[in-house]
T-cell receptor, first 111, second 117 residues
Framework: TQLLEQSPQFLSIQEGENLTVYCNSSSVFSSLQWYRQEPGEGPVLLVTVVTGGEVKKLKRLTFQFGDARKDSSLHITAAQPGDTGLYLCAARTSGTYKYIFGTGTRLKVLA | GAGVSQTPSNKVTEKGKYVELRCDPISGHTALYWYRQSLGQGPEFLIYFQGTGAADDSGLPNDRFFAVRPEGSVSTLKIQRTERGDSAVYLC???????????????FGSGTRLTVV
């Protein structure tokens, strides 16, 4: 069973700081997605990456897929209170059609 | 509809009772997924429908859990003889298609919070 480990589990930072969260596995993935979830809501898709080494940017968020397609990182520049939430990575392996979710990183950005 | 709709938003039931949770996906989305999320955890896969058929039900924890999607749109997750351990948020998601090498993102509903007392 593939496992997606996310680190850190919890992160509390001040507004304006930079941060990076990680998503790691021993499995090779055909695609990987990042979601953000707020209390009482379902996860919302941020990005999909499919190519090893791929980097995508979404405003202050930078996503990278590892060269071997086993891991990914999410970097946030100049964090804002609105970035607070649970960040989830989800991935699927070749030949499967379902995404398996990671354990999540709970981010709190203090004003 | 504009988004994925799940009803009820909250359900409290007694141990041993039967419950049904409903999911109304985005119109035109052929793939539908059910996940279960416990407090502080990521969503756990339960079952995936492509059209009317269950393409992958490997995540259903036991035979008390069953899901249907008879017309390829609305889906119902059914739980028999509920146990306290079934308490969780049940999330439904849909995507344009699941049966493809291309990766389509999921649109999630807000979930049904099930509490078994």
């Amino acid at each position: 069973t593939q496992l997606l480990e996310q680190s850190p589990q919890f992160l509390s930072i001040q507004e304006g700081e930079n941060l990076t969260v990680y998503c790691n596995s021993s499995s090779v993935f055909s695609s990987l997605q990042w979601y953000r979830q707020e209390p009482g809501e379902g996860p919302v898709l941020l990005v999909t990456v499919v190519t090893g080494g791929e980097v995508k940017k979404l405003k202050r968020l930078t996503f990278q897929f590892g060269d071997a397609r086993k891991d990914s990182s999410l970097h946030i520049t100049a964090a804002q209170p609105g970035d607070t939430g649970l960040y989830l990575c989800a991935a699927r392996t070749s030949g499967t059609y379902k995404y398996i979710f990671g354990t999540g990183t709970r981010l709190k950005v203090l004003a | 509809g504009a988004g994925v709709s799940q009803t009820p938003s909250n359900k409290v039931t007694e141990k041993g009772k039967y419950v049904e949770l409903r999911c109304d996906p985005i119109s035109g989305h052929t793939a539908l997924y059910w996940y279960r999320q416990s407090l502080g955890q990521g969503p756990e896969f339960l079952i995936y429908f492509q059209g009317t058929g269950a393409a992958d039900d490997s995540g259903l924890p036991n035979d008390r859990f069953f899901a249907v999607r008879p017309e390829g749109s609305v889906s119902t997750l059914k739980i028999q003889r509920t146990e306290r351990g079934d308490s969780a948020v049940y999330l439904c998601a849909s995507s344009l298609t699941g049966n493809s090498r291309l990766s389509y993102g999921y649109t999630f509903g807000s979930g049904t919070r099930l509490t078994v007392v």
